[in-house]
């Protein structure tokens, strides 16, 4: 069955690595970078150094699940960007190396395209075109995905993203990082309209998050002025009451994008698309507004090279790629690739 291709995810800080054959992903292996933890956020040079230590066995144990040797494979796939530098370097040059060694095509990805396309790994699959909201730690972006390859931005944040917002939010409240994901568990037990915030204001499709994050911190800090145990006392309701809000904007603008397009089938990818709130909500507005909704397995939200190998699998239908000299790319556009 062909091709067969070994993808490599490092773009932050999970180090992956994936192998697909004939379009079927065989397994998904992510290696995460506890770390980080303690220092409440990513450190980008212990990022890099996690990713050296890791992305050996990582692509050895990848080879090994998925029956296949190094033999069988007919190109080396990559996350050239966006991402950390120090830590996409590790990718690129592992991947430079096997293409070398094994004389095979190289393919690079792009980690939003990546996102988008890990649509395609189960059923049901969206068809062409549909919206897909990108929602991550790095980046919250609204794509009009026309084809496998051919994405366009139609709505993005100009500031922060909305994961930066979830866990600005939990630092504020004391949680530990990385907060999204308390803030969601928290909220489960919350009731989301205890408190409220304020909109921002942006145009078209566009998102800002950067205000409400001011706001939140003013919040909390006037109440625990009036009462020290505010947090511990209201936890559950902070959580869900921000979480609310959060989902809100985002779907608030997804609701005009199907507007503006007329396009009904709508997708969320990225690692905030393994929110509960946001899909629990998403769900709920497709019904009523009748949108065909589809979600991610939560493998394949946060960064993984399951989806790096679908969309390098397109790549190689139509012998798309990347020379041995290429460069990893710390920004770099959904269109580009």
Not at 110 to 131: E, G, S, T, W
Not at 172 to 182: A, T
Not at 199 to 224: C, N, V
Not at 264 to 279: C, F
Request: charged share 20%; net charge negative.
């Amino acid at each position: 069955m062909r091709p067969v291709i070994l993808a490599i995810e490092s773009s932050c800080d999970e180090t992956s690595a994936s192998v697909i054959s004939n379009g079927k992903v065989l397994n998904n292996i992510i290696a995460s970078q506890a770390v980080h933890q303690k220092y409440g956020g990513v450190v980008p040079e212990l990022a890099s150094r996690a990713h050296q230590q890791s992305i050996v066995w990582v692509v050895d144990e990848a080879m090994q699940k998925s029956g296949k040797k190094l033999t069988d494979l007919d190109a080396v796939a990559f996350t050239r960007g966006p991402g950390l530098i120090g830590s996409l370097l590790v990718g690129v040059s592992f991947a430079k190396g096997l293409s070398l060694g094994l004389n095979v095509p190289l393919i690079e990805v792009n980690h939003m395209q990546a996102h988008v396309l890990a649509h395609f790994i189960d059923d049901p699959k969206p068809r062409f075109p549909f919206l897909c909201l990108t929602v991550s730690g790095g980046h919250t972006q609204i794509v009009l995905v026309k084809d496998f390859l051919d994405m366009e931005v139609i709505g993005e944040t100009h500031d922060d993203a909305v994961g930066e917002a979830f866990d600005k939010a939990a630092k504020i409240i004391g949680l530990p990082y990385p907060g999204g994901p308390l803030i969601d568990h928290y909220a489960k037990q919350g009731n989301p309209k205890a408190f409220s915030f304020p909109d921002s204001a942006m145009p078209g499709l566009d998102f800002s998050f950067s205000g409400i994050k001011t706001a939140f911190l003013y919040f909390i800090r006037d109440e625990k002025i009036k009462n020290p145990a505010f947090v511990e006392e209201n936890m559950n309701d902070i959580c869900a009451s921000i979480q609310h809000h959060l989902v809100k904007m985002l779907l608030t603008r997804v609701q005009q994008a199907v507007k503006q397009t007329g396009i009904k089938q709508i997708a969320i990818a990225g690692g905030v698309s393994a929110n509960s709130g946001l899909r629990t909500s998403l769900v709920a507005l497709g019904e009523k507004q009748g949108w065909d909704i589809f979600i991610p397995a939560f493998e394949y939200c946060t960064d993984n090279a399951g989806m790096i190998a679908m969309a390098a699998h397109y790549k190689y239908l139509k012998n798309d790629f990347c020379s041995l000299d290429v460069t990893p790319l710390a920004r770099m556009p959904i269109g580009i690739s």
